[in-house]
Each structure stands twice: as structure tokens, then as C-alpha cells.
């Protein structure tokens, strides 16, 4: 096993309609009154050199995170970089654009970062169909610094609304860098322009289908049979490193001080994949994770575009392993994180149940597996399996799980993701990988025919669960180990299941209780009026819903009635052309709160 390891190039040890991350919803001010197109100043930034990005990337030594992403200096600031005018009821509505001419998708990264209450901060894209916001002073972090996750396009609109009263000199927005996506962006082909080319969305795979082996498996597949639980447990990990934005996978996970009402949050990955051996939580400020970034279906459609996905920031240090400079002498390979705001119920995300026995059978006989959830090479989620695993010893005895993929394989951007027994319990952090190991024939290349195998494994090691449980190759400290954070009360427990993210059971059921009408704040209706019968419903919901429609003509008389399921953000197009001239009033609902748009057809 020595002799394989030292004979890796790249031990990287597994690298690597949208919803905001963590936002109240609504749409801006200028969507809300239809506003027309106006001067708004434009701050450029240069597009930085992919290609030599990469090269500089991968010189970097291993374990390192997979290259998503390539970073720009930019300055745009508040208020200097826009324009600032007053609506009629006195809002006050701030608009700049950044652009990145020929970038895929932008994210920035802001030094400073405060709005105070009264203050509502859009991110839209050229053509205004995806949405991300509206963030508040509850988005503020006491670092003062944020993050956006990747808006389609190259250019990028950004808006502030003020409420009358609010002191402008409290609000800080300063962006100091631009992050210029190439991969892990399929999804964003849905806000792409109708007209545009939508097969180059992502730089490195024009089928839409990720930078991948074509032998990864979706996670939705009969694989993952059994474990669905497990799979909405896994998520990804994205941060800055230098100049370029890196992908591992995380796992969400229990704890046993855990129950409703009383719930902490925690999510595991590998401690290779901060790689700077950070133990401050202000080293966080700026990391995004990302969540159901999967396909609904196990071989979708070509150009299908992935699930809605969800993004938080920011996240607190718990716990790691001390990563050592030479990847042979990795021990523990584990980082213990906390998303440092909620995850919400609604997003369908589980805490992971784990079995830190040292002892564990090392088959397993179907249905039951050894199974993985990962992002390789920063694609939608993907399923690995194995019915055997092995002890092995990396640094020192016994360190970690050895598997040997029948199902999948993994790659760079797997790196962090959890091996789960046959019960459906975590037991390992995937670590490393001997690159090429059984990469055969077309397994060896992505959908657009390159040549990946160099990324790419059927062999993997985790880093056991048991051996980091109380973990003592870098000292005693509670922040070296994980037992004092998954079991707080020192129960000695060897197992714990699977919850939801809130602790209830499986089982069991959440409600969502929507407080105050802000599905007004988040619906617009235009062309108003329309002179093809054609009506554009936008909206941007804080949390996805079920939206029912209701269309009445000057009467009252309702003429039809319409449905948009599983309703985020997005737009939706009404064809309204076979109504007469004259006013109608729209009904919109999400079962709680309603909203009324008046709509003229006038041909």
C-alpha cells in the first residue's frame, strides 16, 4: 500500500432555479415597479486566466481542495461604485453592475459587509431571472465580511433598497474579489438567456453532465436505494484559497446531546480540505455550502438542469486533525464545522447518524452496502459503493477504511465525504485515493471526451471514525478530537441514528409556519400592460412552496386557474393571448399568505 501511495502525482486525496443562500426572499425595487432600464455605472474587473489558474492549482502541494473557480481583484463599493436615487415613498434605492467580461458565473467576496435594519441587498443577473436576497442586518457577522454564492453571467446587478430614515453612512458593502466560475455550475443553465448558448455554461464539460468520469453514478440512482436519508445528509464545501475557489464534500451530523428544540447542527469533513490548519472561526467567514445540488432523476435528459440548490455562509470551527505537510504521514483527516446560521427544516436536509466502533464487520451483503455521497470533480451529487472494506495504516496503525468502489468510483472534489456502513452510519472521512486505480476505458474520460483519470479512483481510504473519536496525535485539547462535540454528555455511545435538521425523527413531520405577508414583497407581474397576452410571473420566495394562481376578469368572474409546484425563484411565463382586451386581477397564494397583481391586455 506504501509503495502505491508514494506513487501518486496527485494525492489530492479526492478533490475537487437557485435558491439564495439564507436570504428573506422578495425582489427588488426596481423589479417591483417595473423601473426601465437606466444608467447604472459598471465596475469592471479583468477575467482571470483560467487555464494558467489550474496550472498554478495543481502545483500546489497535496491535499488540497478541486479548482472550481478563479479569483480577480475587483473594487466596488458603497455608494461611490452605483447610482442613488428616491422612489415616491421615499425608499431610497441604490443600483451598480459588476461585470467580468466572458466569466461563466460570478461570485464576490466583500471585506466589508454591514447593513443595518431597514436595508434589503439584491444580486440579480442580466436578464433579471435569477434573484439572490433579499439579505439584512441579519445576514451581518460580527467579521464584517460575506460572500455570494455564483451568479449567471458576466455581469451582475446589485441593488440596495433603504428605508426613509436609515443613516447611509451605517452601511458598509465593499467588494475587493470576484471569483470567475468554470465548473460545478450546471444548474445555472436555467437563468441562462433563452437565445444564448447554454451548452457552455460550464467551461469544462459543454454537456452539461459535470467534469466527471461518465462512469459516476447520480445519487438519485437504484444505488442509493435504502439510503436517502443518508444522501440528503450530504452536501458541498466551497472556499477561497489564494486564487482560486476549491470543492470538497461534507457530511451533516448528530449528535447525542441532540432533540427538538434543543438542536445543534454540526457537519464533518475532511481537515485537508481547509488546508491552512485553521482553528478560528473568522478563517470561515467567507465559505459557502451548498446544498441538493443533485438531478431529480437517475439519467436525466440531456442539458437537464440539476435540483434547485441552497446555499449557506459562513461556518465555525469545532474540532481537526493537524493536516502534515507530507501526505504520507496524514493520521486523523477530520474538520468538525457548525453552519454558523440555521439550516432550515425546509430544505430537506438530515443529520447523519455515525458508529465509532473500532470493531465493525467488514462485509456487508446486499441490500446493505458500503456507501458514499460526494461532488466529484464540483458535479451534482453522485452515489459510490462496495459491499468490503479494509483496515489500513497511513501515518500510523490503523488510521484508516480501504475501499475498493463495484459502483462509482470517486475523484478530486470527493475529499471530506463520509463512508456510511451498511445501517446507514458514518464511519469514515474520505481522505485519499490511488489516482488511476481502476479507471478503465471509458471510465477514464468526462462527457466532453477528456481525459480525467489522472483524478479519478476506484480505491479509497477514510480516515476512521473510531480512530479520530478521541483522537491524540495532536494533543488532548477538545478541539483535536471529536468525542466531546457528538457526545456532550459523555453517554459512551457507539451508534446514533439519522434526524432531520431539526432533530425530529425521520418519521416525523415539520410544519412550516410562515409569519407576515411576504409573498407580496416577493411576486411581480410584468409586462403591465401586455401587448402580446403574454405575462411574466417573477418571484424569489424565501422558502420553496407550492404557489396556486387564481385569474379574474373585471367581474370578478374567475376564467382560470393555475399551479406552480415547488415554486423558488425563478420566472414564469403566463399566456393569457386568447382573453379580450381590458383589466384582470391575478390571485397568487402559497397557502398561507396571498398576493393580487392587476394585469391590462391591451392588443
Known amino acids: 500500500m506504501k509503495k502505491l501511495l508514494l506513487g501518486l502525482a496527485f494525492l489530492s486525496v479526492w478533490q475537487a432555479d437557485s435558491n439564495a443562500q439564507i436570504g428573506s426572499g422578495g425582489l427588488p425595487a426596481s423589479v417591483m ?27 500546489k502541494p497535496d491535499p488540497k481542495p478541486y479548482i472550481i473557480a478563479a479569483i480577480t481583484p475587483a473594487d466596488l463599493a458603497f455608494p461611490q461604485s452605483g447610482i442613488l436615487y428616491t ?13 467580468v467580461s466572458g466569466a461563466k458565473a460570478l461570485g464576490f467576496y466583500y471585506d466589508r459587509f454591514h447593513l443595518p435594519k431597514g436595508v434589503r441587498f439584491y444580486l440579480t443577473n442580466a436578464s433579471g431571472s435569477q434573484v439572490l436576497g433579499a439579505y439584512t442586518e441579519a445576514n451581518n457577522d460580527p467579521g464584517n465580511k460575506f460572500v455570494n454564492e455564483a451568479v449567471q453571467g ?13 443613516n447611509l453612512s451605517d452601511i458598509q458593502l465593499h467588494i475587493d474579489r470576484a471569483a470567475a466560475y468554470s465548473r460545478g455550475i450546471e444548474y445555472l443553465a436555467a437563468y441562462a438567456p433563452v437565445d444564448g448558448d447554454l451548452q457552455t455554461i460550464d467551461e469544462v464539460d459543454t454537456a452539461l453532465t459535470g467534469a466527471s468520469s461518465v462512469c459516476m453514478i447520480n445519487a438519485i440512482c437504484p444505488t442509493a436505494n435504502n439510503y436517502a436519508a443518508q444522501r440528503d445528509a450530504a452536501f458541498q464545501w466551497i472556499i477561497a484559497v489564494g486564487q482560486g475557489v476549491g470543492v470538497c464534500s461534507a457530511t451533516m451530523l448528530n449528535n447525542t446531546g441532540n432533540a427538538p428544540g434543543n438542536c445543534k447542527q454540526y457537519f464533518l469533513l475532511a481537515s485537508h480540505c481547509d488546508g491552512n490548519n485553521s482553528t478560528t472561526s473568522s478563517a470561515f467567514d467567507q465559505v459557502l455550502l451548498r446544498y441538493n445540488f443533485q438531478h431529480a432523476t437517475c439519467q436525466p435528459a440531456a442539458n437537464a438542469v440539476p435540483n434547485n440548490t441552497h446555499t449557506a455562509t459562513r461556518a465555525n470551527f469545532v474540532a481537526r486533525s493537524v493536516i502534515p505537510s507530507n501526505v504520507n504521514s496524514i493520521k486523523g483527516d477530520f474538520l468538525l464545522m457548525e453552519p454558523r446560521n440555521t439550516i432550515p427544516a425546509s430544505w430537506g436536509v438530515n443529520l447523519a447518524g455515525w458508529n465509532n466502533a473500532a470493531n465493525i464487520s467488514q462485509t456487508q451483503t446486499n441490500p446493505k452496502k458500503f456507501i458514499g455521497f460526494h461532488h466529484p470533480g464540483g458535479d451534482s451529487k453522485k452515489v459510490s459503493a462496495s459491499q468490503q472494506i479494509q483496515s489500513e495504516s497511513l501515518g500510523a496503525a490503523g488510521t484508516h477504511w480501504l475501499t475498493i468502489f463495484t459502483e462509482g468510483l470517486g475523484a478530486e472534489g470527493s475529499s471530506g465525504s463520509a463512508l456510511f456502513d451498511g445501517d446507514g452510519r458514518v464511519i469514515g472521512i474520505a481522505s ?5 486505480q481502476g479507471v478503465n476505458g471509458s471510465c477514464g474520460l468526462n462527457a466532453r471526451g477528456e481525459d480525467i483519470s489522472d483524478f479519478t479512483s476506484n480505491l479509497v481510504m477514510y480516515s476512521k471514525l473510531s480512530y479520530d473519536w478521541d483522537y491524540t496525535q495532536d494533543g488532548s485539547a477538545s478541539i483535536r478530537k471529536l468525542k466531546p462535540w457528538l457526545d456532550p454528555a459523555n453517554t459512551g455511545a457507539v451508534t446514533i441514528n439519522t434526524v432531520k435538521s431539526d432533530c425530529t425523527p425521520l418519521s416525523g413531520s415539520t410544519a412550516i409556519i410562515t409569519t407576515g405577508n411576504k409573498l407580496d414583497e ?41 399551479g406552480i409546484p415547488k415554486a423558488a425563484s425563478g420566472s414564469y411565463t403566463l399566456d393569457l393571448s386568447k382573453y379580450s382586451n381590458g383589466m384582470y386581477l391575478l390571485k397568487i397564494s402559497d397557502g398561507y399568505n396571498t398576493a393580487s397583481r392587476k394585469i391590462m391586455i391591451s392588443r
Open 87 to 99: 422612489t415616491a415613498d421615499g425608499t431610497q434605492v441604490w443600483r451598480a453592475r459588476m461585470q
Open 154 to 166: 458576466d455581469i451582475v446587478n446589485l441593488e440596495l433598497n433603504i428605508d426613509p430614515g436609515v
Open 432 to 436: 485519499v485515493a490511488a489516482v488511476g
Open 33 to 59: 415597479a417595473n423601473m426601465p432600464a437606466a444608467y447604472v455605472p459598471v465596475t469592471k474587473a479583468e477575467l482571470p486566466d483560467w487555464n494558467s489558474a489550474v496550472k498554478e492549482w495543481e502545483a
Open 522 to 562: 416577493a411576486v411581480s407581474v410584468y409586462p403591465v400592460p401586455t401587448t402580446t397576452g403574454k405575462v411574466t410571473v417573477r418571484v424569489n420566495l424565501a422558502e420553496a412552496g407550492d404557489l396556486s394562481l387564481e385569474l379574474f376578469d373585471i367581474s370578478g368572474r374567475r376564467v382560470n386557474s393555475y
